[in-house]
């Protein structure tokens, strides 16, 4: 897919999104600006999520959204830090929900996603698939089993890091395939990407959006995923080549402090609607491989404790 068909597949997703009712202006009327901890440092993956929101509040706040970084401790620090802020409507989080779900059940934190916080919205969605290198012999991921069933042990796929949701994913894939293979952990996203293209691993699990820009060095196979992914639309998912994959990914969620007045969380709600049904919006997702992806705190909360549900038997298994 080509840049120019890739951005103006992305710039029709509003139509796409399935917003669960009219966009609303948020009745709630802040006085100051609200501070978004973002509990990574600037310029990742979230940290652009939370800067692309930031940069539409005007179309649903009188007062402007400040993204702060608080990186530290895979995520949790910042958490600490917005859940002990006063629930006043002035400090909120967002995160990836996926990594900071998974974080709180491979040790024990200080806080969590559902003891600690209310959920507030979904507004995007960072989805892993699985990618060999265009020349890699695998051209399904029947392929690539039939291999790893001849030779038990013996390939090495790799992830963005051991407890990431992209490792848990792979190894949920590993385990519904009764697969063996040795996983290696990389530094980021990029770092990955680039094992992958150079031949160094025979198989990565990596944020499908990693692939834009890469058409020509990367095959992606298929995505986890209960439906496919909105830009890249040609990959399948596990399901629809029948494997029963848990579906782990990492939604980006923003989250309140415990005790907020519901008209100040209801209204973030609908304010957090409006900026992810505008077109600009949906421009700058696509400049990451995204589209936005919105959902309300309560099938947020539900989302995310189905993912709980799916990723606690690979954790146990992997605890072994």
Known sequence: MDRRTFLNIALATPALVGLSGTAAMAEWAPRRPVNLIVPFGAGGGTDSFARALASGANTALSVPIVVVNRPGSSGITGAIEAAGARPDGSTFMMTSGGSFLLSTMLRDTEVNPFDSFELVAQIGNLSTSLMVAMDSPYQTIDDLAADARARPGELRWNHTGRGSFHHVAGQGFMNAAGLEGVDVPYDGGGATRAAVIGGQVDF????????????????????????????????????????????????????????????????????????????????????????????????ARLRLERMRDAAAPIIAAMSQ
Do not use: W
């Not at 496919?228 to 990959?235: L, Q, S």
């Not at 100040?264 to 400049?287: C, N, V, Y």
């Open 204 to 299: 990565g699990m990596i944020g499908i959006q990693q692939s834009a820009g890469f058409e020509n060095e990367l095959r992606v196979l298929a995505v986890v995923s209960d439906s496919r992914d909105a830009i890249a639309t040609e990959v399948p998912t596990f399901a629809e080549q029948g494997y029963d994959v848990p579906l782990i990914s990492s939604p980006i969620t923003v989250f309140a402090p415990l005790g907020m007045d519901p008209e100040i969380r209801e209204g973030m709600e609908a304010a957090l609607e409006t900026i992810t049904s505008q077109a600009d919006f949906a421009t700058a997702m696509a400049e990451l491989g995204n589209t936005p992806a919105y959902l309300d705190g309560a099938a």
